[in-house]
């Protein structure tokens, strides 16, 4: 809108409001001057020729360039000062002020081409025009000081200092990043939950949860609802999750044993994985015209790649999972390498059979790939998942979509790099990641022809329901709540080790441990002196030191509910003989770090022994007849595995055969050659991975009728 050209001097002081409002119009027209032509380019003359004024009117106003543009960049910077302003005056706790900061530093008008492009010109002249440097340097001073007011009350005093300057910079750096990329990088919502995870991160770092009075409730933040924010401690167990990032957001992955950000993933949206599908297509039919045996030196290839970079892949693993090192190193990769190795020998073996039809037909059996398949793993073994589920797939001539568990996604993407090293076609696996709503979007996939989970039994259902609508092929790998039994004729320590085998490593994490330990009567005493004696022996701590045995749970969300069941199992009448305390002393306060427990006089009832905890908590139960302690074992809606210690041949035989569980052992546990078939029966799951077993589910056959004859039509 043309501008009223009348001067300055003919207003008198009644008419200050609208001359307010003009040099307010004439900062709007420098605003989309600069974002349409730069510093440069915008001259006294071109805003005069704009905003329909003489130059001389602007030059009344504003003196010279340098006076409009600092007007302009003082205006900007006053409307983000308001806004936090108004921010602030709606919350009361420190979080929340700090948050109302972050919101409106990254609202979503600062993320509109139009304001960016202006930012970015006055930021590019700060240097040489000392104007904006003073009207920049007030608006630094004032975000930092309203980010240490609040920090005050949350860490202390010289933390408040740096931390407040740390969130100011990565405020400016994450939005810089953003218009530098057009806008493609970040968003306003997911740049402010970018930020969000950055301040809780370091808070958690900071330990503020823990400091006095420093509670710190839920943000006025646009995510608003019911939301898990930084320093409020979970309630325990069922505990509300933090709502997902949705697609295109970001999310970052943390090491649990010292809330170091290790990195960040952006969310797999329908778009990404169309793409994939695409690709998968496009690679899939290459790889399945190979013949078995060059599929086989592909994936030997990527096992060697795998051993040679074991190291290094076991330390990722370790920060991402806080599993000891000493089992990453030995176990996570090296199975990787084992499977993959085991499934190329199965490459080149693939076969049909031969049918005899009589003199005048014979038929025969192709065994086909499936085609595109999914895999979505949990965060337990997220390397070994990865190579379980591909390994066998990719043998069979099939492309793999890859999902890992948003706690631990780092591994699989590295996979991911070395079977590309190793030679297999682009797309042919390929790792996205994201939360449930990514798994869904692959299950869902008419162009997916079979999934295959590692979770939870609520997710198998979910994820059951969902193939269902494309008639997918489904192998669930779910929960357990697995029973070992230990008879009187045991060798008893190997009976302990047993025990140990099947509760504590990875801190508990692991679907097939035998957390109802079954002991006979006669030798429960004894049995439960050898254990605690080695159990308090343990050390636990830093998972990278490789003497320690037990590391940090894999979230703090994971430690709560673990924390929680202790106490059920505590107020519901069982006997703690040793563990189960959080541990923060020798620098572990910032990981999720739980000592092993063990409790007696446990009943079939308790929900410690009738619910999957996922962590480091045996409990033991007393039995004295082989009839009775198999209807016990038995007695749960899980059937993942079980575990017999006897030295009588015959009752080991004879009561494995009774227990309701896919996977067995006796006189050992936990140990899984890859050439034994690996799943659950009831709600434990659905297939088989590992093993021969394997190769039929991720193949379909194909009978091929011949004729030899002449065709004889009754027609
Ligand atoms: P979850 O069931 O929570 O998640 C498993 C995977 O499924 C994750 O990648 C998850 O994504 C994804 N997911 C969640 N909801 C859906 C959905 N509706 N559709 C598609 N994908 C979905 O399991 P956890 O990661 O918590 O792992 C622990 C569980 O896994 C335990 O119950 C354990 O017993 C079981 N497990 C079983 C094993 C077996 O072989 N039988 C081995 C190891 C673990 P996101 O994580 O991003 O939400």
Redo the contacts with the bound molecule.
């Keep these: 809108m043309p501008l009223n050209t009348s001067s300055k001097n003919t207003l008198d002081t009644s008419l200050e409001p609208a001359e307010e409002s003009r040099r307010g119009q004439l900062i709007e027209v420098t605003i989309d001057s600069l974002a349409e032509l730069g510093y440069v380019g915008t001259t006294l003359a071109q805003i005069a020729g704009r905003a329909g004024v003489s130059p001389g009117l602007v030059a009344h106003y504003f003196g010279d360039k340098d006076g409009l543009l600092e007007a302009a960049f003082r205006s900007l910077a006053r409307r983000v000062s308001d806004h936090v302003r108004a921010r602030l005056r709606q919350v009361s706790t420190p979080r929340a002020r700090i948050q109302a900061v972050i919101d409106a530093y990254l609202a979503q008008e600062e993320f509109s081409p139009r304001t960016g492009t202006a930012w970015l010109a006055f930021w590019g002249q700060l240097l040489q025009v000392p104007g904006l440097k003073r009207v920049q340097a007030a608006y630094q001073r004032r975000t930092l000081s309203n980010l240490r007011i609040a920090l005050t009350h949350l860490v202390a005093p010289d933390e408040a200092q740096s931390l407040a300057a740390m969130i100011a910079a990565m405020i400016d750096g994450v939005w810089l990043r953003a218009a530098l990329s057009g806008w493609r990088e970040a968003d306003s919502e997911s740049a402010r939950a970018l930020l969000t995870e950055f301040v809780d991160g370091r808070l958690k770092i900071a330990g503020a949860s823990a400091a006095p009075g420093s509670r710190m409730a839920g943000s006025a933040s646009s995510t608003g609802g019911d939301v898990l924010r930084v320093g409020e401690e979970p309630s325990g167990v069922g505990s509300p999750r933090r709502p997902?990032p949705a697609a295109g957001e970001r999310f970052t992955t943390v090491n649990p044993a010292t809330g170091e950000v290790l990195g960040t993933m952006t969310v797999a949206g329908a778009g990404e994985v169309n793409a994939a599908v695409r690709e998968a297509r496009r690679g899939q039919a290459a790889w399945a015209a190979m013949p078995g045996a060059e599929r086989a030196r592909v994936l030997r290839r990527a096992a060697s790649i795998l051993r040679a970079r074991n190291q290094e892949l076991a330390e990722l693993e370790t920060r991402d999972t806080g599993k000891p090192i000493q089992e990453t190193s030995v176990v996570d990769v090296i199975s990787g390498a084992e499977c993959l190795e085991y499934f190329a020998s199965l490459a080149q073996s693939l076969a049909g059979e031969h049918i005899d039809l009589g003199a005048q037909a014979f038929g025969y059996t192709r065994r086909e790939p499936l085609g595109i398949v999914a895999g979505?793993?949990?965060?337990?073994?997220p390397l070994q998942?990865a190579c379980w589920k591909s390994a066998p797939a990719l043998a069979c001539g099939n492309a793999m979509i890859f999902?890992?568990?948003?706690?631990t996604p780092l591994t699989a993407v590295k996979l991911e790099e070395i079977y590309l090293q190793a030679g297999l076609p682009p797309g042919v696996f390929r790792v996205v990641q994201?939360?449930?709503d990514t798994?869904?979007l692959?299950?869902r996939h008419p162009d997916i022809r079979k999934v295959s989970?590692?979770?939870?039994?609520?997710?198998g259902k979910?994820?059951m329901a969902?193939a269902a609508s494309t008639l997918k092929n489904v192998t669930l790998?779910?929960?357990?709540k697995s029973p070992l039994i230990v008879f009187e004729d045991a060798h008893l320590d190997n009976a302990v080790g047993g025990a140990l085998l099947a509760n504590f490593y990875s801190s508990g994490q692991?679907?097939?441990n035998a957390t109802r330990v079954f002991v006979h009567s006669s030798v429960k005493k004894e049995f439960l002196e050898r254990l605690v004696k080695r159990v308090v022996g343990l050390k636990i701590g830093d998972p990278m030191d490789p003497k320690t045995q037990v590391g940090a749970l894999v979230s703090e969300q994971q430690m709560q509910k673990v924390l929680g069941y202790i106490e059920r199992g505590r107020s519901e009448g069982a006997r703690l003989l040793v563990g189960g305390k959080r541990v923060t002393a020798g620098g572990l306060d910032r990981g999720y770090f739980v000592t092993p427990a063990i409790f007696d006089d446990c009943r079939d009832d308790m929900s410690i022994v009738r619910e999957?905890i996922?962590g480091p908590v045996m409990s033991v139960l007393a039995f004295d007849d082989e009839r009775e302690v198999i209807e016990r074992a038995n007695a749960t809606e899980f059937g993942?595995a079980a575990g017999v210690f006897t030295n009588d041949l015959t009752r080991g035989h004879r009561v494995i055969a009774q227990l309701q569980a896919g996977t067995c052992w006796i006189n050992h546990y936990n140990v899984t050659p890859i050439e034994l078939p690996?799943?659950?029966v009831k709600m434990?799951?659905l297939g088989r991975?590992n093993g021969r077993a394997a190769i039929e589910h991720y193949t379909q056959l194909k009978s091929v009728y011949v004729a030899m004859g002449n065709v004889d039509a009754p027609y």
């Design positions: 997902p979505i793993g949990a965060w337990n073994y998942i999902k890992p568990a948003e706690l994201g939360f449930a798994g869904r692959l299950t989970l590692t979770g939870e039994v609520g997710t979910a994820v969902d790998e779910l929960g357990g692991v679907c097939s999957e996922f993942l690996f799943g659950g434990s799951g991975e």
